[in-house]
């Protein structure tokens, strides 16, 4: 197993800050608005750099939306920040219509995406953007995994003409992917070659992929970890490629198993290539209040719970075996 | 228990007693968990003392349908500490479950849910702008089951820049929901600074009376005499046609001196250095829990 290290931890929201401004200073048309979330969302120094390209839309998510639309008509390229629930759930509709569907360049920023928002609890929670967002046409999903991958993904998504939905987080995470790292939407990046198992992991799931590969090279189970960071489109290819030589899989996500990463890989496999898969991920369930660790851990979205998902699909891969002998 | 006409009973200076040791249980509930929206829950204080210990009839005995009971909906529910605090000092659950605001596996979570079937609460809030939209419904409930109570609903400022507020409003003097009484804590603050900065709300008075509302105004919504006062009007409005909105001008972090006049504390939590300030000035009248 290879080797991972990190300098600091450090939230994924403050790659976006970071990569915003960055954004703004590549393109002139770079625009932000904010529905009174500014801190949350680390957009103060776009503001002091840009003043008159920022839009300061109060508590109107809705509106916000609509405006974004609206700027987009005119060549400009609106980024909408405000925590993950009220870029998604409560604008669904607004974003179907005026952006989706009408594909305008809208890049839908949002933070504070699922269990490790902590003790807000489940009102701010959310575990069904991914699949709201998912679900729409023309929409492109990304997920990433820490602060520098955030910040490229941020400045990347300027450069795709149409809506992306951006998700990130509030706690601070391990920052451990490469600073300055170039961002390809839809590439799925292998993080280590294995033989016995292929995760798939997306956000903050990442780097609990790492720990679990790194327990079950104790057990002898050879791990393949792929960081799915665009969850739409999904690379296929990168997926079919490796579950080809394991033979089996697990999925990880901070999200609602229904809706999320793992299903849109059950729907890869289903179709191409039919093996054990398993999905950690939340069982239908809402969250609730809590520290981040505490979370993850009720809801099973550990490092262990990959362990136990990646034994188990080894298992069945196993009994396959002999059944079909 | 049931709680009726209890202004027969409650005094002011005993409500404002009661006020003081709720402004205890808010800062030493956000203080223990190191999160929460101390600021906004010390403003309504006196408020919501005044309704659950004075001026609503209800039954902590709970109910959800709280049939020929007043009923109240929290719609900016991250001042869920003031609420709490208010519910078990009314009697709805022991005191001492305060100690476990938004920690794992309790009832008392981040922003109010029914998930958990903490007693008093109705309906989950925290994300803004949709309690209105409840409290009337609730209202033609009551309505429709002949039930002459009253229901009683607390909006933020910052909120009203939700566009279903307006949704609401509209539909409520339309339809001549004449037996909600809603009022909005003009503290003039939100997250990003004064709402005067962010986003403007302009002559609300005016607005909710274009949009067919009799608006009553109370200046100084940290006093418990003008408090009562005003609700007493209110509910003599009601059932004339129009719902009712009272402005109520509070301060936020009202009762702890540091806390007052800023946005600065609207979600933050003191350390235990400003917790001990902020307990020295209020005076324990009940007993911490
Ligand atoms: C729909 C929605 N958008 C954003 C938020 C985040 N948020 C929580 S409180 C708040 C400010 C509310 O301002 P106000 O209603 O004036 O309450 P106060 O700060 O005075 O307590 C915001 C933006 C939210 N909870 N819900
Ligand atoms: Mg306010």
Redesign the interface.
């Known amino acids: 197993m290879k080797k991972f290290t990190f300098e600091e931890k450090i939230d994924t929201r403050s790659g976006f800050g970071v990569g915003l401004v960055e954004a703004g200073r590549l393109n002139s048309n770079v625009v932000a608005l904010?529905a009174?979330?500014?801190?949350?969302l680390k957009m103060g120094d776009f503001i002091k750099e840009f003043p008159d390209r920022f839009f300061?839309?109060?508590?109107?998510e809705?509106?916000m939306i609509g405006l974004a639309a609206g700027l987009t008509i005119g060549g400009k390229i609106p980024y909408t920040g405000t925590f993950a629930?009220?870029s998604t759930g409560?604008v669904f509709d607004q974003i179907r219509q005026s952006v989706s569907y009408s594909e305008k360049n809208v890049k839908i920023c949002a933070s504070h995406a699922g269990l490790t928002l902590?003790?807000?609890?489940?009102?701010?929670q959310i575990l069904e953007d991914i699949g709201m967002m998912k679900m729409l046409p023309h929409m492109v999903v990304i997920n990433p995994c820490d602060f520098n991958q955030t910040k490229a993904a941020t400045i990347a998504i300027a450069n795709h003409y149409g809506p992306v939905y951006l998700r990130f987080g509030r706690p601070a995470v391990p920052n451990f992917t490469p600073k300055d790292q170039k961002f390809e939407i839809g590439k799925a990046l292998l993080l280590n070659e294995g033989a016995d198992v292929s995760i798939f992991a997306t956000g903050h799931m990442v780097w609990e992929a790492i720990k679990a590969g790194e327990i079950l090279e104790q057990k002898g189970i050879d791990a393949e970890i792929i960081n799915i960071h665009t969850i739409k489109p999904l690379d296929t290819a990168a997926i079919l490629k490796s579950v080809q030589k394991t033979k089996c899989a697990v999925s990880a996500e901070e999200h609602q198993v229904s809706g999320g990463l793992g299903e849109s890989i059950a729907q890869v496999l289903s179709r191409n290539y039919p093996l054990p898969l398993e999905i950690v991920a939340v069982n239908d369930s809402?969250g609730?209040?809590?520290?981040p660790d505490?979370?993850m851990e009720?809801y099973g979205l550990t490092a262990n719970d990959i362990v136990k998902a990646a034994m188990k699909v080894v298992e069945r891969k196993a009994a396959m075996k002999t059944l079909s002998v | 228990m049931l709680i009726e006409n209890v202004e027969k009973t409650t005094t002011v200076e005993e409500l404002k007693k009661i006020a003081s040791q709720v402004r205890r249980d808010i800062v030493r509930m956000v203080h223990c968990c190191s999160s929460g929206h101390p600021g906004g829950s010390l403003g309504c204080a006196d408020y919501l003392v005044a309704l659950y210990f004075r001026e609503m009839k209800h039954n902590t005995q709970f109910t959800m349908d709280g049939i020929n009971e007043d009923l109240f909906f929290l719609s900016n529910g991250h001042i869920s500490p003031l609420w709490y605090s208010v519910l078990s000092r009314a009697g709805y659950f022991p005191a001492s479950e305060l100690g476990t605001f938004r920690k794992l596996n309790s009832r008392l979570q981040g922003h109010p849910a029914t998930e958990e079937k903490l007693p008093g609460i109705r309906i989950a809030s925290g994300s803004l702008g949709q309690g209105l939209s409840v409290a009337v419904g609730a209202a033609q409930a009551k309505k429709l089951n002949k039930d002459n109570r009253l229901v009683y609903v607390l909006m933020g400022d910052g909120e009203q820049q939700e566009g279903q507020v307006w949704e609401a409003l509209m539909y409520a003097a339309h339809h001549k929901v004449d037996n909600v009484i809603a009022a909005v804590d003009y503290n003039g603050q939100q997250i990003d600074g004064p709402c005067d900065k962010v986003m403007s709300l302009g002559d609300l008075k005016a607005k909710y009376e274009s949009f067919g509302w009799k608006v009553l105004e109370c200046a100084e919504g940290n006093k418990m005499e003008v408090i009562t006062e005003t609700l007493q009007k209110a509910k003599s409005l009601t059932g004339q046609g129009k719902p009712i909105a009272i402005l109520l001008k509070t301060e936020m972090g009202y009762g702890v001196d540091y806390m007052m006049g800023s946005h600065k504390w609207h979600g933050a939590a003191p350390n235990d250095e400003q917790l001990a300030k902020a307990l020295a000035q209020l005076e324990e009248t009940l007993g911490d829990y």
């Open positions: 904010c009174d979330l500014i801190g949350s300061q839309v109060g508590i109107a809705a509106n629930n009220f409560r902590g003790e807000d609890g489940a009102t701010h809402f609730e209040s809590g520290t505490q979370l009720k």
